[in-house]
């Protein structure tokens, strides 16, 4: 492997890394607070206070239209950046750069190549694989998911302006 698609792999693995870093310490965080409300909860019990929440958890409540309108524009506004950032690595050239294919003509001459095959090699500016240039549709699944939220939110909110 050469030394730009080391880096390129490197700087990935150190990118997912923190990211999985970054959601696992949101799960912890999120998961000591709940276990904090719920000791609150135990404690106002056992005094005998009654509490907001107790008996309905906060996750329990019912979601509103507002909710599914938010989560639907966050999701679709996430959809079209991630689309966008792939359409622009996409068309972003990848040539070879010329040290590297410098790197490749004197090793080719070396082991005996032909002016022609050094030539070659040296003029060699072939862009990257084909698969960067349908990456894109990636973005479309976030997308998806906010216009699927949308969808909810406007039938939502028909059906309570019918109630």
Same mark, same amino acid.
């Given at each position: +492997?050469? *030394? /730009?698609?080391?880096?390129?792999?490197?700087?990935?693995?150190?990118?997912?890394? +923190?990211?999985?870093?970054?959601?696992?310490?949101?799960?912890?965080?999120?998961? =000591? =607070?709940?276990?904090?409300?719920?000791?609150?909860?135990?404690?106002?019990?056992? =005094?005998?206070?009654?509490? !907001?929440?107790?008996?309905? /958890?906060?996750?329990?409540? /019912?979601?509103?239209?507002?909710?599914?309108?938010?989560?639907?524009?966050?999701?679709?506004?996430?959809? +079209?950046?991630? *689309?966008?950032?792939?359409?622009?690595?996409?068309? *972003? !050239?990848?040539?070879?750069?010329? &040290?590297?294919?410098?790197?490749?003509?004197?090793?080719? =001459?070396?082991?005996?190549?032909? !002016?022609?095959?050094?030539?070659?090699?040296?003029?060699?500016?072939?862009?990257? !694989? /084909?698969?960067?240039?349908?990456?894109?549709?990636?973005?479309?699944?976030?997308?998806?998911?906010?216009?699927?939220?949308?969808? *909810?939110?406007?039938?939502?909110? &028909?059906?309570?302006?019918?109630?």
């Amino acid at each position: +492997m050469d *030394t /730009p698609q080391l880096m390129a792999t490197v700087i990935l693995s150190v990118i997912l890394v +923190m990211g999985a870093v970054l959601v696992m310490a949101g799960m912890a965080l999120r998961f =000591k =607070k709940r276990e904090l409300q719920h000791r609150e909860w135990l404690v106002a019990v056992e =005094k005998g206070i009654a509490t !907001p929440g107790v008996s309905e /958890p906060a996750m329990a409540r /019912p979601w509103t239209p507002r909710t599914y309108l938010l989560r639907g524009l966050m999701w679709l506004f996430t959809g +079209m950046s991630v *689309t966008a950032f792939l359409i622009a690595v996409a068309l *972003t !050239p990848n040539f070879t750069p010329a &040290s590297v294919r410098v790197d490749d003509a004197v090793r080719a =001459k070396n082991n005996g190549a032909t !002016p022609e095959q050094v030539r070659a090699i040296m003029e060699d500016r072939t862009d990257g !694989p /084909p698969a960067r240039r349908v990456l894109w549709i990636v973005g479309l699944i976030p997308a998806g998911v906010g216009v699927a939220y949308l969808i *909810t939110y406007r039938v939502e909110r &028909s059906a309570a302006s019918r109630a």
